[in-house]
């Protein structure tokens, strides 16, 4: 486990875009976090680490949006509107989750059931206007080999 405490948005994409600069295709990242805690920013900070530099917003409304332009694509999923009929979609979202790029999941736990087994979770949480704590969990080897070197990039005591 690796925890963060950020006080503005640019540490936030700080840590994040250190992570967009090590994900492999395959990566899954899955975003939890009340509305507002911070989870389409950070997906900015990823993009910025992967090169892309079209403006990344929250596909609310598409589900899933993607962007080709940086190192892999990045495959940015929002199931926010889906709630917890989420699972039971047909998504095709294993193309993405087994494709090219990595797919970061805003609101992931509405698809708990349908997920591949080895990602890296972070719950984003409020602690004030600007303060928010970041805790990064990895569920199998490929995870914890990411959390490893972002340990490495983003050492926790600033
Ligand atoms: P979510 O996608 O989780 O609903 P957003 O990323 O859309 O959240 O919104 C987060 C909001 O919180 C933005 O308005 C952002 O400017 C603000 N914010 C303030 N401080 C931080 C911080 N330390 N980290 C991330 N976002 C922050
Ligand atoms: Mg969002």
Not at 30 to 38: H, P, R
Not at 49 to 78: N, Q, W
Not at 131 to 144: C, H, L, Q, W
Request: negative net charge.
């Amino acid at each position: 486990m690796l925890i963060y405490q950020t006080e503005s948005v640019e540490q936030t994409q700080r840590v994040a875009k250190a992570l967009g600069s090590m994900v492999q295709p395959g990566d899954l990242i899955c975003l939890s976090g009340d509305l507002g805690a911070g989870k389409t920013t950070f997906t900015q900070g990823l993009a910025c680490g992967l090169g892309v530099e079209e403006p990344v917003s929250s596909p609310t409304f598409t589900i899933i949006k993607e962007y080709d332009e940086g190192r892999i694509p990045l495959y940015h999923m929002d199931i926010y509107r889906l709630g917890e009929r989420a699972a039971e979609e047909e998504l095709g979202l294993d193309d993405y989750f087994f494709g090219a790029g990595v797919s970061v999941v805003e609101w992931a736990e509405w698809l708990e059931e349908v997920l591949p087994a080895d990602r890296v979770q972070v719950m984003l949480q409020n602690l004030s206007a600007e303060g928010r704590k970041i805790t990064f969990t990895a569920t199998g080897p490929r995870s914890e080999a990411r959390l490893k070197e972002l340990n490495e990039a983003c050492p926790t005591s600033r």
